[in-house]
Structure formats: C-alpha cells, structure tokens
C-alpha cells in the first residue's frame, strides 16, 4: 500500500469533484478511516499530512491514540456508540459522528472533560430507512438535533449517514440529497450546522455534488481491511 500515493488521490478526486459541483476548493474535508489497520499505516498518513482520522472500534483507537500521542492526530469516533462506551470517547476523541439518542448525548455531555472544548458532534440520521438500525428517523431528527444543541459539553454540528451501498450515481445520490435536505430544514429552523458527513471511498463525488463536507475513507487511502477485529 502506497499510502502518501492514495491520500494524494483521494484528494485529486474531491478537489475534482468540488470544482464539477460548484464547491468551493478545499470545503470537503477528508477523514482517514483507519479502523483494523495497524498503527504504522496511520503514521504514514500522518507524515503525509493527514490529521483527521476515524475510528470504530474504542479499545483499537485507544492503543492507536496512545502510540500516536503528540503527534497533531485529531480523533473522530464513527462507530457503534453504547452507554459503556461513551467516558472513554467523550475523554478521548475531538468528534463523535453516530449519536443517534438523547440518552447518549446527555452521558457524553455531562463525562467531557472540563478541560476540553465541547466534544463536535454529527448526529446520525438513517435515511434509507432499512438494514443498518443506527440512526434516528428522519421525522424525529429535528427534536434530537434542539435537545442536543443545548447540551453545554457538546457542540452539535451537522448530520452523518452510512447508507445502504447503491450502484449509479443518481442511487447514490438520493439518501445523501434527503440528508442534505434535512439539514437545511434544520439550519433554517435556526440551528447553526455547518456540516454533512457523508461520502466514502465508492460514493465520494455522489457526497460532494449533494453537499458533503466531511467524507469518511477507508479503503481508498489504506487498501483492504483486516477482519474486524471482535471488539468493542
Ligand atoms: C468503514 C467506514 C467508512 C469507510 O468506508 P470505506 O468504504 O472503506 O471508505 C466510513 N464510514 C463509516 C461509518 C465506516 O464504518
């Protein structure tokens, strides 16, 4: 794996993409997701200029944080997010990209640490309505999105989705224009959002042209993964 040569790429496509859609240059950030993958590969990414890394796994990321400790790595936490998991990420991450319930929200809220800014948070929203059960309706998105923007340890963001993989751009980009669509309702409900996470390695300029600024790739930057390792 040539990872300063894939994060090259991936960047050429979004710069590409940003320029056929109408985005403005460089208003799609590019999140590593480096989960099962050792920490040499994220070192190499970090060398090449990468900051911004996600994770789902809590118990990989931490020994991954620690190895990779003062080295500039901003963390963002993308996976399954229970009760026990939320001291740890709410000490030990810069986002967190799946919460889908007050509950979870209120636990990171009230663990963040006082000496930290309030933790960024993206709420996720299941747009295909099918399969994957994370994420919280469309309809009821608008009343998670008021009760956590009051929340003091939490600063809420913007909306996430992982949808169902679809073949075609025009497939692609239906649950990421619902997402977009859904964020501006809330923004022009007086929320202040100001971002869309949405876009991986297969549907990243569907993402773009709908209004992504924050795409989530793996495989594209760090080939294959390893079996998901059985952790929390
Ligand atoms: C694994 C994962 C990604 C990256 O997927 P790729 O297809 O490897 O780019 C993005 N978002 C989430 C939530 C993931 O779990």
Request: glycine share 8%; charged share 20%; aromatic share 4%.
């Given at each position: 794996m040539d990872i300063?040569?894939?994060l090259q790429r991936v960047q050429a496509r979004l710069r590409s993409?940003?320029?056929?859609?109408?985005?403005?240059?460089?208003?799609?950030?590019?999140?590593?997701?480096?989960?099962?993958?050792?920490?040499?590969a994220l070192r190499a990414a970090l060398e090449a200029g990468q900051r911004a890394f996600g994770e789902n796994y809590l118990q990989e990321a931490l020994d991954k944080q620690q190895a990779l400790a003062g080295q500039g790595a901003e963390?963002?936490?993308?996976?399954?997010?229970?009760?026990?998991?939320t001291r740890d990420v709410a000490a030990h991450f810069d986002w967190?990209?799946?919460?889908?319930?007050l509950k979870i929200a209120r636990r990171l809220s009230q663990q963040?640490?006082?000496?930290?800014?309030?933790?960024?948070?993206?709420?996720?929203?299941?747009?295909?309505?099918?399969?994957?059960?994370?994420g919280v309706a469309p309809a009821e998105t608008a009343e998670l999105a008021t009760q956590i923007a009051e929340l003091p340890g939490l600063r809420l963001r913007g909306l996430m989705a992982l949808p169902a993989p679809a073949e075609g751009f025009s497939a692609q980009r239906r649950p990421l224009a619902a997402l977009r669509e859904l964020q501006q309702t809330l923004v022009s409900s007086g929320l202040a959002l100001d971002t869309l996470s949405m876009g991986m390695s297969g549907d990243l300029e569907a993402a773009v042209a709908e209004?992504?600024?924050?795409?989530?790739?793996?495989t594209a930057i760090f080939g294959p993964r390893r079996a998901a390792q059985a952790q929390g």
């Open positions: 300063p040569q894939n993409a940003e320029q056929r859609y109408g985005r403005a240059p460089g208003s799609v950030q590019l999140l590593a997701v480096s989960k099962t993958q050792p920490v040499e963390w963002h936490f993308i996976g399954a997010l229970q009760s026990n998991k967190c990209h799946t919460v889908d319930r963040r640490p006082d000496d930290k800014p309030p933790l960024n948070i993206c709420i996720q929203v299941n747009v295909s309505g099918e399969a994957s059960k994370a209004g992504s600024t924050i795409v989530r790739v793996g």
